[in-house]
């Protein structure tokens, strides 16, 4: 069945890095986009990124722009959030969720979730 | 950027039937996505493209979406259907996706 799982959160001092990874299986990365979403403490749903099915094309929210990269490796079926100079204001949970594009695109399968905690 | 605006709470009795709203400029000119986020768990979609429901989705859940106001209704409201929903939309012209602040659903 169709399956998303988020991995590599964990606590990052304000400046530092991190790299999340979603292991995608049930489905092939190449045949879906998928979109990293991250929820903030006492805040909703923001949209940050995502990757084409081909790979070709990417996508930020102005909120992460130059900061993260979205990335993918089709032999692991996996993409990648490439997050650099972190604020404490990107403390949140991240989701990877894959992303339907026959019209207008929504998010039909998510991840669980993992946790990024920003402090010094 | 298209902002959508949802009422921060809406709080109705078991059986009843709650209505979660979602505006926004001509919203009834686009597609409307809604979710349901639970306590500590993932979204879950439960409304794509207006009105329809993907499977596993009970019919209790209908949307519908014209002129400014998009609508979530939920009939026979259960102690279970509590949770945060978010209505999502697509800017065409940024391809990005936007979502609403979210509406708390409270069952009294």
């Given amino acids: ?120 | 950027s298209y902002v959508l605006t949802q009422p921060p709470s809406v709080s109705v009795a078991p059986g009843q039937t709650a209505r979660m709203t979602c505006g926004g400029n001509n919203i009834g000119g686009k597609s409307v996505h809604w979710y349901q986020q639970k306590s500590g768990q993932a979204p879950v979609l439960v409304v794509y493209e207006d009105s329809d429901r993907p499977s596993g989705i009970p019919e209790r859940f209908s949307g519908s979406n014209s002129d400014n106001t998009a609508t979530l209704a939920i009939s026979r409201v259960e102690a279970g259907d509590e949770a945060d929903y978010y209505c999502q939309v697509w800017d065409r012209s940024r391809d990005r996706l936007e979502f609403g602040g979210g509406t708390k659903l409270t069952v009294l």
């Fill in chain 1, 1 to 120: 069945q169709v399956q998303l799982v988020e991995s590599g959160g964990g606590l990052v001092k304000p400046g530092g890095s991190l790299r999340l990874s979603c292991a995608v299986s049930g489905f092939s990365i190449t045949d879906y986009y998928i979109s990293w979403i991250r929820r903030a403490p006492g805040k909703g749903l923001e949209w940050l990124s995502y990757i084409s099915s081909s790979g070709t094309d990417t996508n930020h929210a102005d909120s992460v722009k130059g900061r993260f990269t979205i990335s993918r490796d089709t032999a692991k079926n996996s993409v990648y959030l490439q997050m650099n100079s972190l604020r404490a204001e990107d403390m949140a949970v991240y989701y990877c969720a894959r992303e339907r594009r026959l019209g207008s695109p929504y998010l039909d399968n998510w991840g669980q979730g993992t946790l990024v905690t920003v402090s010094s």
